[in-house]
């Protein structure tokens, strides 16, 4: 687990997610909607949350933590 409390791969998932979801609006192609649909898919199945309780909860704090601007303080 990271500091944050999440495993290190689900918040390299998450970050991944940002990026795909940026690189998608920057560029509305079929080819990035697919990536950020494929990393969404990866991110929602991780078993993680199965261990999550309020799973609505940890994936607001997942995605606090992974954000570009809080990733080096993932408190913010």
């Keep these: 687990m990271s ?3 999440f495993p ?3 918040l390299e998932l998450q ?3 940002h990026e795909a979801e940026a690189a998608w609006a920057a560029d509305p192609t079929e080819e990035n909607r697919f990536a950020f ?3 969404g898919a990866e991110l929602y199945a ?3 949350w199965a261990t999550a309780g309020n799973r609505h909860e940890a994936s607001m ?3 606090r933590a992974a954000r570009p601007d809080t990733a ?3 408190a913010a």
């Design 3 to 5: 500091d944050s409390g």
């Design 8 to 10: 290190s791969d689900l």
């Design 15 to 17: 970050r991944r997610c």
């Design 37 to 39: 649909t494929r990393v």
């Design 46 to 48: 991780h078993p993680f």
């Design 61 to 63: 704090r997942l995605k």
């Design 72 to 74: 080096q303080d993932p």
